[in-house]
């Protein structure tokens, strides 16, 4: 390369690439630059970095990575400063034994002092606490573009990255100024800020005004201290409308730091831009506003369509994805992972969390949340989810802890009243669990989904006449609640009204507006002569909604699900190959359908070859179920029931009883309950099948109807049950109520004729 | 071939001259908007409507002085205008609906980007208020923003950023910044 023409131009790029030269200077150069070859590589060479510098995520990546790094080391000198140093011991022989003894002492002392007074980073945090107001939009007092609520959700957005300010949430904002409303009946414009802010335990309060003049954005803020209601600050960024709302967020958030923490914080403090832990994308954030907005009001609908339309705008947003794996499909959480550097470091808690649940991974799923509500204490999804997490892993106790800290923050939180109720009944605490549905019930008394939450507490509790009439509330608000019409219809079965369950699953077909819908809301047409005990007539509704689900082209779970009751059906029927064959053609789909899942069904599968004489086969299945046991949670259970089934068959049935009440006692399945009564029978345990089957008769669950016969049949078998303990009325009872119930039974079953003997010969005796 | 030899051969009718001044004239220009223009869409806007305007008048218009000179106060002015109708547009309504959102060109080059990355390592091992106001500087943070967090009067701040950049320039030639 040749050498510049002119060595005082080149001594001048350095000045003209960082903006230091006059204008006069700068056309000088750069008509130099037009001419030498050599400045002018030199300046583009750099200039493609400067290009990296500002717009390489790697580059801001690492640029943050070092300031991180600085942080830890600047934190630890800053620790290293308040220790105290000991003098140095200048005559060590002079010193007795016993100084140095009182010095150890001190120096233990000394050391929990100093550990008892660094403030943690948590600490600093909570000390430094803020809630940030809705901005007002100057120039559309509606704020139609939702600019204002932009600019305060963004800034919340990038102050929530410091460590030194906690913020609380704009959402919790939302969820006070309500609650305040509501509980002193006051309209919400009248809660003031300052009110609202002391509320939220925060010691400044931030609010600020958006306007948009013909070409000028202006953004101000004022600081108020909460306790004393000074003004600590104020400040106004403008920026022409070539700048992005995100740029001047940044700037604000800027400020805000620099008036609030002392410079040795504010200096520990890592940038990153907004619209990095954001979008790039105004439209999409406005999008995602939105779909949060929906998410809030559990319009689940609506909010997966605006998330779906944040991707439209920016594909790359990492939090659009993560609502939709939560409101579609988890598929979309791989979307959230991909993009997880670009979303903020409390929504990569939220995403991990997810993910780790996806793949069933509770520890960290659970880990992450925990590390979440330890930075962000206010979030109160955080908890809601680890309720929900602890929930489903049956830790119920744990479970009420969150859901509780999830009320406790946002006393209007429906969801979380909504679990909770659930929770409690879990954990047997009835008037609990009526008390927590009722409060949702009085927050939203004009939603569906309170009383068809309490219809299920009824059920559950066997009160199944208010179950009927809380469902009934729930469809008379929205005719469409699937939850409701479909456990009404149940209810009804339950109680030997068929026409009304015919009526309430006839609706629940009717009002499914996808094929999907329509596919599940059939096979409940199926349960009614199953449980009337008419198998013939199952089979042939069960073809016949397997044909309707194929014109509608559904293959996935709800057709499989068919092909499992015909299995159940032909087992009936003692048609055992058969049964083995839909089997054989249900669990290859199945496995299909759910690839990470190769242990379900094998239980009855399992159940069925041994009826089918294939017991060889059987204990290939049982090998391979021992196999998974490790590797799934419901391998264990699977491997315990279908071990039970075959001590059974051998006549082993105290071997059967200890294997299903394992089973039961993992998975509160009817058919696990049902084949455990079974096998007390078999052992002469009457008492323990007494408590079982009458436990089961209590159990209104939608998989006791798929089992109809077995769900009739275990009145038969717990007439015998009395019986054998000499409790002949009861027996008697139950006898009646068996032959009532199948009075119209295919004569198929052995229990028909055993009853009647049954029967007569103890009303015979009376 | 320099520059004024390009143009003769041009405007002689030499279509692969024309086309090597063009794309001599681009690289150059678009550096010159960039320092200026923080929109990349606005300074590729910019760039491409001078080249236009030269192309359709270089062959007929007389240069009274050189080729360089005109074709430069062609895009001098052209910068100053659209800096100066930035401030006249105050006199405009914006639509308030739409942003012009950042713009982030074509995929970085990635033995660039490693190589910065590199030098921006060994930078902060050497001296990390280097690395820092580098990163600060081309994250368009003001020189009073920098030397707030920085804790640097305006004359230290202007020192440290002259040398940061140098040993970055010398990192990125070089390989090392020793």
Known sequence: ?766 | MNINELYLSAQSGDRAAEEKLFEYLYLRFILFAKQRVWNEEDAEDLVQGTLLFIKEEYVNVQIQKSFVAWAYSIIHNRLLNYISKKKRRRDVIVPTSEYTEDTFGSEPDPVLENNLLNCLRKIFAVNQRYARILNFHYQGFTTEEVCRKLNLTRNHSYVLLHKARTLLERCLEKGDIN
Request: aromatic share 12%; with cysteine.
């Open chain 1, 1 to 766: 390369m040749s050498e510049c023409i002119d060595k005082h131009f080149e001594e001048k790029l350095h000045h003209y690439e960082l903006g230091l030269l006059s204008e006069e200077e700068r056309c000088e150069l750069e008509l130099h630059l037009l001419e030498c070859e050599h400045c002018y590589n030199r300046l583009a060479r750099f200039a493609r970095a400067v290009d990296l510098m500002k717009h390489s995520r790697k580059v801001r990546d690492l640029a943050r990575e070092m300031s991180e790094g600085e942080t830890v080391d600047a934190v630890e000198v800053a620790t290293d400063i308040r220790k105290p140093k000991f003098r140095k011991i200048i005559w060590p022989t002079l010193v007795p034994i016993s100084i140095a003894a009182v010095l150890v002492f001190l120096f233990l002392i000394l050391k929990d002092w100093q550990l008892e007074f660094r403030p943690s980073q948590e600490a600093l945090a909570q000390k430094n606490r803020m809630a940030i107001m809705h901005f007002e939009n100057l120039s559309d007092t509606a704020d139609s573009l939702k600019l204002g609520e932009m600019v305060s959700n963004l800034l919340t957005a990038a102050l929530s990255e410091s460590r030194f300010i906690q913020v609380v949430s704009s959402q919790r904002i939302n969820d006070l100024k309500a609650y305040m409303s509501r509980k002193e009946e006051r309209s919400i414009d009248s809660i003031g800020t300052l009110e609202l802010a002391e509320e939220a335990n925060a010691r400044w309060v931030l609010s600020g005004t958006y306007m948009q003049d013909k070409t000028d954005i202006i953004l101000t803020m004022q600081l108020v201290d909460v306790a004393s209601g000074d003004v600590i600050a104020t400040e106004r960024i403008t920026g022409d409308t070539s700048m992005t709302v995100f740029s001047l967020v940044d700037q604000l958030t800027a400020r805000v730091k620099n008036n609030l923490l002392p410079p040795e914080e504010a200096r520990l403090e890592t940038d990153r831009l907004v619209a990095d832990v954001t979008t790039h994308s105004a439209r999409a954030y406005r999008y995602y506003l939105e779909g949060v907005e929906y998410n809030n009001k559990v319009y689940r609908e609506e909010a997966a369509r605006s998330f779906e339309k944040v991707i439209e705008y920016d594909s790359t947003f990492a939090m659009a994805y993560y609502h939709l794996a939560l409101l579609r499909d988890r598929s979309y959480i791989d979307g959230a992972m991909k993009y997880i550097d670009r979303a903020g470091t409390r929504d990569r808690y939220y995403i991990r969390s997810l993910e780790a649940s996806a793949e069933r991974n509770w520890t960290a799923a659970i880990e992450e949340l925990k590390a979440l509500i330890k930075r962000y204490p206010d979030e109160k999804d955080a908890y809601y989810r680890l309720g929900l997490f602890y929930y489903s892993l049956d830790s119920t106790e744990q479970a009420i802890e969150y859901l509780n800290r999830a009320v406790n923050i946002d006393p209007l939180n429906k969801l979380a009243y909504n679990h909770l109720a659930y929770s409690y009944n879990q954990l047997g605490d009835y008037n609990q669990a009526i008390w927590a549905i009722n409060q949702y019930i009085a927050i939203a008394p004009g939603e569906a989904n309170p009383y068809d939450t309490r219809g299920d507490i009824y059920r559950l509790n066997g009160r199944i006449d208010e179950a009927i009439a809380s469902y009934g509330q729930a469809i008379a608000i929205n005719p469409k609640f699937v939850h409701s019409l479909s456990y009404l219809g149940v209810s009804y079965l339950f109680k030997d009204e068929t026409d009304s369950a015919f009526v309430a699953f006839r609706k629940l077909l009717t009002v499914a507006d996808n094929a999907i819908d329509r596919a599940n809301a059939r096979i409940y047409q199926a349960y009614i002569p199953l449980v009337e005990g008419r198998l013939n007539k199952a089979m042939e509704v069960t073809d016949d909604i397997i044909t309707a689900d194929r014109i509608d082209q559904v293959s996935t779970g709800p057709l499989l699900s068919k092909y499992l009751l015909k299995a159940f059906i032909y087992y009936e029927m003692k048609n055992y190959s058969q049964a083995e064959a839909e089997m054989e053609k249900f669990i290859p789909l199945y496995r299909q359908l759910h690839p990470d899942d190769n242990v379900n069904h094998n239980d009855f599968y399992a159940q069925i070859l041994i009826q089918n004489g294939r017991k060889s086969r059987a204990e290939e299945v049982l090998q391979q179920l021992a196999g998974d046991t490790g590797r799934y949670i419901c391998g264990m259970y699977n491997y315990r029931y279908a071990e039970g089934v075959l001590n059974l068959s051998e006549g082993n049935a105290a071997a059967a009883v200890r294997n299903f009440k394992q089973a039961a006692e993992s998975a509160n399945k009817f058919s696990y309950f049902y084949m455990l009564g079974q096998a007390y029978l078999a052992a002469a345990q009457y008492d323990s099948a007494i408590t079982i089957f009458e436990k089961l008769l209590e159990y209104y669950e939608p998989g006791r109807a798929f089992m109809g016969t077995w769900s009739v049949k275990a009145h038969y078998y717990l007439g015998t049950a009395y019986e054998a303990v000499g409790r002949y009325d009861d027996a008697v009872g139950e006898y009646r109520t068996f032959l009532h119930l199948w009075r119209n039974a295919d004569p198929v079953f052995e229990e028909l004729p055993a009853a009647r003997e049954r029967l007569k010969k103890l009303e015979n005796k009376s």
